[in-house]
């Protein structure tokens, strides 16, 4: 989870906000259909990994961070846009007020979900009308052996 990541961009642009609903789209496992749900109250069903993201989380140290999950399989396809649309819309509500952001990834083209998400991010941000801020993803690299 980027958000984890040590000197984590999303972390940074987190920390700037009083109030942040973030949305977790994908999961290892899928959770039967997908729903928005908060993983700061939901403890049925999910069990100890629930407890170790929860967790992980707190330690950030960041108290107005809202954790939601979508439940999605990766990898993921365009038939994944609607859902994330209609999950984002969700934590976006009817008629947002001032000062609501939609903050997405910087668009990767070899990254399938990614996409999917970019796009989402971008159709709710005109449709509502409300800026999309992105953020930088540490990329995983091999580094090599240098005492070799």
């Known amino acids: 989870m ?8 999303l972390a940074r642009l987190v920390e700037e906000f009083p ?17 928005v749900e908060a993983l700061d109250d939901y403890v049925d069903g999910y069990g100890d990994a629930q407890d170790d993201v929860r ?15 979508l439940g999605l399989r990766p990898p993921f396809g365009h038939w994944a846009e609607q859902d ?13 007020e001032p000062g609501v ?4 990834p910087n668009p ?6 990614r996409t999917v998400v970019n796009r989402a991010a971008q159709r709710i941000a005109q449709v509502y009308g409300i800026p999309l801020l992105r953020y930088r993803c540490l990329e995983l690299s091999v580094v090599g052996d240098e005492s070799a």
Not at 19 to 35: A, C, N
Not at 84 to 96: C, H, K, Q, R, W
Not at 101 to 104: E, G, N, P, Q
């Open 2 to 9: 980027e958000l984890l990541r040590p000197e984590s961009d």
């Open 101 to 104: 952001y939609c903050l997405a």
């Open 55 to 69: 967790a992980e989380v707190d330690r950030l140290g960041l108290p107005g961070l809202h954790l939601h999950r």
């Open 84 to 96: 994330v649309v209609a999950a984002i819309s969700e934590l976006v509500g009817f008629d947002p």
């Open 108 to 113: 990767a083209p070899s990254d399938a979900g």
């Open 19 to 35: 109030q942040v609903d973030l949305l977790v789209v994908g999961d290892d496992e899928r959770v039967g259909t997908p729903v």
